[in-house]
């Protein structure tokens, strides 16, 4: 790529960070929308606030840590630390500007459809009473108080938890003193176990359902906390620490211990934001910066702080069913005749399947894996865990088999992001079970998704797997969208045993038959891929590639990308979210699109399709194309054999591509335009809810 030296400028690069802001300007997109259900609205903007908070802990908190170290460099798309750092904050305060003018709006759509987001001065006599009421027998009893003087250290202030700061001074004490010697200072933490909404009862026959936030009702009775003192000043701030976990693996002799005591460090990680309420006291605001140290992130809030509240007052508010989505229509997949009669072994024996979540009922997956459980001919259960639900059936059915004497080996991340805790206790419960529970490979995270469950039949053993771009996670597979393959296909099933010998034991690395593995040959099976379709391009063969997944960040990844569609492919991405290529700039890319959909499920699935000069080929995968999924992580990418698989797949893929609803197209300039074709409005994923719109073939 000696030619391409010249691209380190953001010509041709769009920078990832400023790429990801624009990405949750997409979904304040849906927040804004008058289209999109009020509740539904409410919901998207507590996820903007939730992906902010996440975005300055980990890509803010590094970009300062840059910083700190006197790094200049500049990255692929020519920003040093320093630039970026400017450009960042400034778009970052846009955004909570119009985070906020947003939360104003919907709260006045609210009024009109009577949910009253209230100020307790807000409320009649009657809820005023309730309100109290819920203080002194709910809130109260579990406040604490905490007081910094001399004696009183300044307590830890816990990362993304709401605080009260409390200006205070003795009664009838002296005005005309140093504030010093004038005022009392403490901190009051807003109990994060209780919902931050509380509803106020309402007369019988009133339409009305009010809610008033927690830390309004303690900011009113702050009072009964400080008794012999006066109240000056009460105002709400929140921090925001650096998450990220620095983990040496070759030196810890427990990686799980590691973790558990990383975790605790990182409750004291160094502040990246303070929130601050608007007309914050001086005197407190003067303390918080002394104390952490921050000046240039400062954010004055014109409002509640942490909007993260709104995701789950959508679900809260009852008997507003017009105010929603209508119910998720989704099946259970027809391959399976659901109920006693199932037999997944029996239908994967003559047949692969091709599931598409949320449409297809995750269900399937977990009926999969407890049939498995159950069956006294499965001998052993191999499978990867990334991140689960609290109450996880695939977790009981795992422990069920132990019990029973199969052999079960779970392979735990214990490393994903903000779900360590969660995991370490699945991993111990698994462990009392009988399961063999393994931590992955060092130095690397284990993103893959596989299930290998192995049993004896009439003609020997037969290994059935399943292979997804998503979490095996039965909640957030309501809400993301994902597909997986079922498959009895031999080879793929020697090469998932090959994959889970080769983490959890020592084996080289295999030479796999079907399968492509991260950090070993994914890559170049892409680079491959990619090239192929160039080479058929200059040759007159058919040629295209289509890709559908999360972010697009790899410079190599991209650069191949420009050589393909100066070589003519035509390329079209499906990309959520990151995406640091430039597409349609002229002798560059100017035969790449690239798209965003964000609508009422999370697209999360990860696609690849080459055409191949007319023997096309499409692949599920676990990965992006990031660096980190390339080289950092084990990922696991799957071609669809099955033909009529194939066609399902392909089907899927081009539904998103008719998307003229949702769908925003990346320009040249690295900004989101609404995609009009002027045809017919489509809107892939509630067209993708008839499955007779992507499925080719039915059981």
Known sequence: MDNHAHRGTSPYYINRDLSWIEFNYRVLEEAQDPDTPLLERAKFLGIVSRNLDEFMSVRVAGIRNQLKAGITKKDFSGY??????????????????????????????????????????????????????????????????????????????????????????????????????????????????????????????????????????????????????????????RLTRDADLEINEEEADDLLEEIENKLRKRRRGAPVRLEIQKDFHPYALKLLLEEFEIEDAVYEIDGPIDLGFMTSFGGAVQNRDALRYPPAKSIYPPEFPEGEDTDFFATLKERDVLLHHPFESFDAVSDFVEQAAEDPNVMAIKMTLYRVSSKSPIIRSLAQAAEAGKQVTVVVELKARFDEERNITWARELEKAGCHVVYGLVG???HAKAILIVRREED?????????????????????????????????????????????????????????????????????????????????????????????????????????????????????????????????????????????????????????????????????????????????????????????????????????????????????????NGEEPFRSQFRAEDIRAWKSTLA
């Open 444 to 446: 690397l995270k284990t």
């Open 80 to 237: 040093t630390p320093q630039v970026l750092y400017k450009r960042l904050s400034k778009r970052i305060e846009k955004m909570v500007t119009a985070e906020y003018r947003t939360y104003r709006e919907l709260a006045r759509l609210m009024s009109k459809e009577h949910l009253m987001l209230s100020l307790y001065e807000d409320l009649n006599n009657s809820q005023q009473k309730s309100a109290d009421d819920y203080f002194h027998d709910v809130i109260f009893p579990i406040l604490t108080p905490m007081a910094v003087d001399l004696s009183r250290p300044f307590p830890l202030v816990h990362s993304q938890n709401v605080y009260l700061a409390a200006v205070l001074e003795r009664e009838n004490a002296t005005v005309d003193l140093p504030d010093d010697e004038r005022y009392y200072f403490a901190i009051v933490q807003v109990p994060s176990i209780l919902p931050r909404l509380v509803p106020v009862a309402s007369r019988s026959h009133s339409k009305k359902q009010s809610y008033v936030l927690i830390d309004e009702l303690i900011c009113h009775h702050i009072q009964t906390l400080f008794s012999g003192y006066k109240p000056v000043a009460v105002h709400a701030f």
């Open 460 to 676: 020997g053993l037969r290994r059935y797997v399943h292979m997804g771009t998503g979490n095996y996670n039965d909640i957030t597979a309501r809400l993301y969208t994902d597909v997986g393959l079922m498959t009895s296909n031999p080879s793929i099933g020697e090469d998932a045993s090959e994959l889970f010998n080769h983490i959890t034991g020592y084996s080289r690395h295999p030479d796999w038959q079907k399968i492509s593995v991260a950090p070993d040959t994914m890559m170049g099976t892409f680079v491959t891929n990619i090239r192929r379709e160039a080479e058929h391009a200059k040759a007159g063969r058919p040629t295209h590639i289509i890709a559908k997944f999360n972010s697009l960040s790899n410079q190599q990844i991209i650069d191949e990308l420009y050589e393909a569609s100066q070589a003519g492919v035509k390329i079209d991405l499906i990309v959520r979210g990151v995406c640091c290529l430039r597409p349609g700039v002229q002798g560059l890319s100017e035969n790449i699109t690239v798209r965003s959909i964000v609508d009422r499920y999370l697209e999360h699935s990860r696609i690849f399709y080459f055409e191949n000069g007319g023997e096309s080929e499409i692949f599920l995968a676990s990965a992006d194309w990031m660096t980190r999924n390339l080289t950092r992580r084990v990922e696991l990418m799957c071609p669809i054999l099955d033909p009529a698989c194939k066609d399902t797949l392909l089907n899927i893929v081009k539904l998103y591509l008719k998307d003229n609803v949702k769908a925003r197209i990346l320009t040249s300039s690295g900004s989101y335009e609404p995609f009009e």
